[in-house]
């Protein structure tokens, strides 16, 4: 979908979007993802050093899955047409989910919103940005694939080690426990 070109000053905020997958108490892993987006963000959209973004953050959610509640908060404002660019630290941390991304995108030209991605130096301004946005889209869903593939290896694996820990203690153990013959 093509976007139309807004007449005059574009007055509606920048965005910045941050997640983190798991709740640690470790580091401060959205607090730089903010830090770097809205430094991208200034150098691509010429914005001032004081410049006041819209933040929005979800802690402890997969970006699998779309009803994480900072970022459907964030769709609302974009409908509502307070929002002109959406800014992201890396764009796994907008989606996970191949389909799910490419819609966003397709939603964000609707309402003439840029994405503007700062670790892969992303900006849906620029035209050769939208077939990275794909590309990577792509990779991200195949990383999570395969974390959860690993996750689940080792879940049966740590399993198998339980029964066979089992097996041990209750039917092996008690056979060399047994008095021998000599005795």
Request: glycine share 4%.
């Amino acid at each position: 979908m093509r976007r139309k070109p807004r007449v005059g000053i574009d007055l509606r905020d920048v965005a910045i979007y941050t997640r983190k997958s798991k709740l640690t108490h470790m580091g401060d892993s959205t607090g730089i993802q903010m830090k770097q987006s809205a430094d991208f963000a200034r150098s691509q959209l010429n914005l001032s050093e004081d410049y006041c973004f819209l933040e929005y953050e979800d802690k402890g959610l997969s970006g699998y899955y779309a009803d994480r509640p900072d970022f459907q908060r964030m769709l609302h404002d974009i409908e509502a047409g307070k929002i002109r660019a959406v800014v992201c630290y890396k764009l796994d941390r907008i989606s996970r989910k191949t389909s799910d991304l490419l819609r966003l995108i397709d939603f964000f030209n609707k309402h003439d919103v840029a994405l503007l991605v700062c670790s892969n130096n992303i900006n849906t301004l620029i035209s050769t940005s939208k077939i990275m946005i794909s590309f990577l889209a792509i990779i991200a869903e195949f990383e999570r694939d395969i974390i959860a593939e690993r996750i689940a290896d080792n879940l049966i694996e740590l399993g198998l080690q339980k029964r066979i820990k089992s097996f041990l203690r209750f039917v092996i153990a008690p056979v060399w426990s047994l008095p021998s013959k000599t005795e």
